[in-house]
């Protein structure tokens, strides 16, 4: 690597724990420079929060965020994970075409990765060419962004950079560089790397290491590892709860997807519920439906069960008690998953308290909402404004193919509503600060990715972001961008794009 690469770059100051970590937890791997980078988005704000200086990062941002120039600082490397693919254990995947530049304390002390996603080869690149193509950045820049501004925990979008070189996949297509901003990259596939490896010394090592920098109140336990477990469980049941109220999608919740910190890593294939539909699947590679939306809950504690199985040796010494720890803990999951999720389907339907009736309450409203073909988002949004001011109905009722099915439920959820103090407006209030009037469409991600690359368009992006930066808010300029799509509009299948 010549100096001159590392030379006169904005200042981020590092600090990088992981790179600590024995030699076989990474590879070190330069991003490879590009050909001409250029600059499609700087997430000023991001970077301010991460304590960097925007101003000055942003001069240098296409240099750096494509990986030509490496700040001074930072210690580019890959990361060792394993990963059950759709249920198919793979002892070595790793980060084919991701480089973790470095890690920086944000301002309120909490550890943040930059990552350059798409930089180039790594030694565990395989077959890959370690390149992103334009769409999958577009659509990780929007979504990741979004989920965070919708309130979920999820990695954030630091900069999107076209390179100015070609990748080779079905066509021809723009490559590109995203900056993702984690709270730090360590998957379930990370544990079971370790563990594959019979490295139960790893293990530990990384198990520490977890508590130390994402759960450090568990120091010091009588029994950290059990602990852990429970963490990362109570984490995954919280995050994806938060999934189906806002109707994402994952499409590939496999476990080098799924990030022990509990935030939502991977937007590869994932997309939003239109009309309301459990058994919705995007993803072109999902065939079987593995991680459709409703399965979702389910192979989150699947997941929890290959996180608990690389512990086992860290529960107890003795095999059968620590199974027993473990599926006491992963039995956890369900209960905890339910109650996240009817607590937010209570406060979507603008209840405050809690009676026995709620879960048939909001089940009734989902299966009218499926037999009736209504859009997930829209009816929920409508109902606060059903809430305020009973004219609102038709508008609601509009949403559903067979509007006789709503009454019934609206009168009984009424009848719900006037058991509790809130007047009308309040509770309206209240719901759309959880039901948003804006999520990223599929159709307009199609839309925004298109014009990008056939005309180097960038306009509907920035709308899309703009707009998805408060989606709470109704901001009747972008109307149009809160629409279902039109059938001919409508996305049937998202893909990979690896
Ligand atoms: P993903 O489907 O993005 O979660 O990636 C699954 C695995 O494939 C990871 O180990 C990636 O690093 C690797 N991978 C995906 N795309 C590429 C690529 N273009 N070049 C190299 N490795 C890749
Ligand atoms: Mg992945």
Not at 60 to 83: H, T, V
Request: with cysteine.
């Amino acid at each position: 690597m010549t100096l001159s690469r590392r030379e006169n770059a904005a200042p981020i100051p590092f600090d990088n724990s992981y790179a600590r970590l024995p030699g076989h937890f990474h590879a070190r791997a330069d991003p490879t420079p590009v050909a001409e980078p250029w600059l499609i988005k700087f997430n000023r704000g991001l970077a301010e929060e991460l304590g960097l200086d925007g101003a000055v990062l942003e001069k240098d941002a296409a240099a750096i965020f494509s990986g030509n120039r490496i700040p001074e600082g930072a210690e580019p490397l890959g990361m060792a994970y394993a990963g059950h693919q759709f249920g198919q254990f793979v002892p070595l995947l790793g980060d084919g075409r991701a480089i973790l530049l470095g890690e920086v304390i944000d301002r309120v002390g909490r550890r943040r990765d930059i990552q350059l996603k798409g930089a180039g080869k790594t030694p565990y690149s395989r077959r890959g060419d370690g390149r992103a193509a334009l769409g999958p950045v577009l659509r990780e820049y929007i979504v990741s962004e979004a989920m965070h501004a919708l309130g979920i925990p999820a990695t954030r979008a630091l900069a999107a950079v076209v390179t100015g070189e070609p990748v080779y996949r079905e066509e021809v297509l723009p490559g590109a560089v995203l900056t993702r901003v984690a709270a730090s990259h360590i998957r379930v596939g990370t544990f079971q790397f370790l563990a594959a490896r019979g490295d139960t010394d790893g293990v530990r090592t990384l198990a520490d290491y977890v508590i130390d920098r994402h759960y450090p109140h568990l120091k010091g336990s009588s029994r950290p590892y059990a602990d852990l477990l429970e963490a990362v469980i109570g984490a995954q049941a919280q995050l994806i709860a938060g999934w189906l109220h806002v109707g994402f999608i994952h499409g590939v919740m496999n476990t080098d997807n799924c990030a022990v910190s509990g935030e939502t890593i991977d937007f590869g294939p994932c997309a939003f519920l239109d009309a309301y539909d459990p058994t919705k699947v995007f993803s072109s590679i999902d065939r079987g439906g593995r991680y459709a939306y409703a399965s979702q809950p389910a192979i989150g504690q699947w997941n929890m069960a290959r996180l608990a199985e690389t512990l086992l040796p860290l529960l107890d010494p003795e095999p059968s008690e620590a199974v027993n720890i473990a599926n006491d803990l992963i039995a956890g999951f369900g209960p905890r998953f339910q109650a996240h999720w009817l607590d937010g389907m209570r406060r979507k339907i603008g209840l405050e308290t809690s009676e026995d009736g709620d879960l048939d309450l909001v089940q009734a409203l989902l299966s009218a909402m499926h037999s009736g073909g209504a859009d997930y988002t829209l009816t929920f949004r409508r109902l606060c404004d059903a809430a305020e001011v009973e004219t609102g109905d038709a508008a609601l009722s509009g949403l559903f193919a067979d509007p006789a099915a709503l009454h019934g439920w609206l009168s009984n959820w009424r009848a719900r509503c006037e058991r509790e103090p809130p007047t009308g407006n309040q509770r309206a209030k209240a719901m759309r600060c959880v039901n948003p009037a804006f999520i990223p469409r599929n159709h307009r991600i199609e839309q925004a990715i298109l014009a990008a690359r056939m005309d180097g368009d960038f306009s509907l992006f920035e709308a899309l972001v703009e707009a998805l930066a408060n989606p709470y808010q109704d901001q009747p300029k972008f109307a149009p961008l809160a629409q279902p799509p039109q059938p001919e509009e409508e996305v049937l299948q998202t893909f990979c794009g690896t």
